[in-house]
């Protein structure tokens, strides 16, 4: 059984290479979304249905008052959806941590459910990684909703065979998709090689080469990785 994720910040390619990896490269493998960002989930409990679309009517109301558009938005632009900082009160808080949780380990049913069946697992994202469980960050503020969340994620959910992340600077990555600002970028990046030494095999791949190179240079190590004759054995880590 084998897991795989491609991680790095928006605009480095990797539901492209994700894709490429489950439809063109002859590996037999299911695509899974394991991100945060509900908008970006295909596998979402109803609860985090209903609180996207609470949260698109939102937005919608927002954006007719501000500059009189009017009809349904199908997507919450990330500076306003994932990146801009809220304050919850204790009781959105606690519920918002068990659905995290929860949600988290629903997909993880899911995975395993593929890879009983023979696939390799190819994780747009990697809720471990992109909540920086694996070191959580000691500056900022934090809370005991998300001091719980890493705990449980660090020490209880499992880690992938191989993480490939698609890695390029805070300002190439803005440049594609110019949402987060660079600086927000930056930081993310650096969260993701802080965490690499706590997994397995973890190889970083340069984003700022063209899309077919890196796809390529992705499935290459896949291939490697179902190859061997022990999970992981022949890739080693770049770091």
């Known amino acids: 059984m084998t897991t795989v994720a491609i991680v790095g910040g928006d605009g480095a390619g990797k539901t492209t290479v994700a ?5 063109s490269t002859g590996i037999r493998a299911k695509y899974l979304y394991l991100g945060m960002s509900a908008q970006s989930g295909d596998r979402l409990l109803p609860t985090s249905r209903i609180v996207l679309m609470l949260k698109r009517r939102s937005y919608r109301r927002d954006l007719a008052v501000t500059s009189g558009a009017t009809g ?3 997507r919450i632009p990330a500076d306003r959806y994932e990146y801009s900082p809220r304050r919850r009160g204790k009781l959105w808080t ?8 929860v949600e988290a380990w629903y997909r993880q049913a899911i995975s395993l459910a593929y890879q009983l069946r023979g696939y390799v697992v190819i994780y747009d994202r990697h809720v471990l990684l992109d909540g920086g469980s694996l070191a959580p960050r000691s500056h900022g503020r934090r809370d005991w909703s998300t001091d719980a969340y890493h705990w449980l994620m660090r ?13 390029a600077s805070g300002d190439v990555l803005f440049s594609r998709k110019g949402e987060a600002s660079p600086e927000y970028l930056e930081g993310e ?10 997994l397995p095999h973890f190889v970083r791949l ?3 080469q063209p899309v077919d190179k890196v796809r390529r ?20 880590r770049r770091r």
């Open 94 to 101: 606690a519920a918002r941590l068990a659905n995290r949780l």
């Open 19 to 23: 894709r490429h990896l489950t439809t």
């Open 189 to 198: 990046r650096l969260m993701y090689l802080t965490q690499a030494p706590h």
């Open 206 to 208: 340069d984003a700022s």
């Open 217 to 236: 240079e992705a499935a290459n190590l896949v291939a490697e990785l179902c190859n061997s004759s022990r999970p992981g054995g022949p890739v080693s």
């Open 72 to 74: 349904a938005a199908k």
């Open 155 to 167: 020490n209880l959910y499992p880690r992938p065979d191989l993480v490939l992340m698609l890695d």
